[in-house]
């Protein structure tokens, strides 16, 4: 199976070519440059996999949750590339590709939402798949669901940007901390290629992205309110 993946819902842009299980691989701290960057590495990405966008099998992206904008681009991407090559799309949560890439098998994984805030899930890892112990949400990093057990591995910036809280919160019930790593596109490959085989591969049209939080940003008058506070 030919499978492109890519992921744009953070600061870095990840891309993954999987192709008969030879995986090719760009990935890139993109900052706000995602969408003038995604398309010129892709065709670096397709040139050294030797194949072109029509004799893929589908396309796979990190539908969230993450950053609004970098969510937006990489649906749109995905969408644009699918229409063009009449190819099926499946979105991969970024919380569990944070929990594919960790290597480990019981998972927090967090991404820094912004504004005092973390997008948290539980996975424990059954066989070749995962199981959702807690679905992806938008918490305060002090009011994270507990879960049980000792043998816990952090993964994802919301460990960086909010350790003192989760540390607290889950005490001594975690072995490691990955928070450096980001939703990366192999991960997300290797996610969507059992959905694509199991014909859950849908039309681009259908493609949406996962964002949970409703705001983008705090008004001011809430940024003030949350001083004082």
Request: charge should be negative; include cysteine; hydrophobic fraction near 45%.
């Amino acid at each position: 199976m030919k499978i492109l993946a890519l992921d744009t819902s953070t600061e870095y842009l990840s891309l993954a070519l999987s192709i008969d299980g030879n995986i090719f691989v760009r990935e890139l701290l993109a900052g706000q440059s995602h969408s003038q960057r995604i398309l010129p590495l892709l065709r670096e990405l397709l040139d050294e996999a030797g194949v072109e966008l029509t004799e893929l099998d589908g396309i796979a992206f990190g539908a969230g949750p993450g950053s609004f904008t970098g969510l937006r681009i990489g649906c749109g991407v995905a969408q644009g590339l699918a229409f063009g090559a009449n190819l099926p799309v499946v979105g991969v949560s970024t919380l569990l590709a944070l929990a594919q890439a960790s290597g480990a098998d019981h998972v927090i994984a967090c991404l820094d939402a912004r504004m005092g805030e973390v997008y948290h899930a539980v996975y424990v890892r059954e066989g070749h798949g995962w199981q959702t112990l807690n679905e992806p949400g938008l918490y305060k990093p002090e009011a994270v669901p507990d879960v049980e057990g000792d043998d816990w591995v952090g993964v994802g910036s919301g460990w960086v940007a909010y350790q003192p809280a989760l540390t607290k919160c889950y005490a001594y019930q975690f072995k490691d901390i990955s928070g450096d790593m980001f939703p990366h596109a192999k991960a997300i490959a290797e996610l969507a290629i059992p959905m694509f085989v199991a014909g859950l591969g849908l039309p681009a049209a259908e493609a949406a992205p996962v964002y949970i939080r409703n705001k983008v940003a705090l008004k001011t008058a809430e940024r003030l309110a949350a001083k004082i506070q």
